[in-house]
């Protein structure tokens, strides 16, 4: 594994900053506001979307990071199934919108793969 150290420093403040505000906040939360975060971060629809999105992104960075081609495929593999969810969980409530999604995903697709 080869690792550049610009890009390690990234990695960590993209990543590390967020996740340890969300950790923080987390622990602040009573105990019935962790359950509702629980159960939302669990549930099938976050999961299909946002939850692949960022795990695929993660992935995607990290394997930037630490040149392991095989996660950045597997990074891909959940980025393109976050899009596809997030475009069918959307567009049950607004068909413009889950268009506008599927488009700003594959931009952004576009963009991780050149």
Request: charged share 15%; glycine share 6%.
């Amino acid at each position: 594994m080869n690792t550049d150290t610009d890009s390690l420093v990234t990695f960590l403040i993209a990543f590390g900053v967020p996740v340890s505000m969300m950790i923080r906040a987390y622990f602040k939360m009573n105990e019935t506001d962790q359950r509702s975060v629980k159960s939302d971060f669990t549930s099938r629809n976050f999961l299909l979307s946002i939850g692949s999105v960022a795990l695929g992104n993660f992935l995607i960075e990290f394997s930037d990071t630490f040149s392991t081609p095989t996660l950045r495929l597997v990074g891909f593999v959940l980025l393109v199934i976050g899009a596809i969810g997030s475009g069918i969980i959307t567009w049950k409530s607004s068909k413009v919108r889950s268009l506008l999604i599927v488009a700003l995903f594959s931009v952004l697709i576009y963009f991780q793969l050149s």
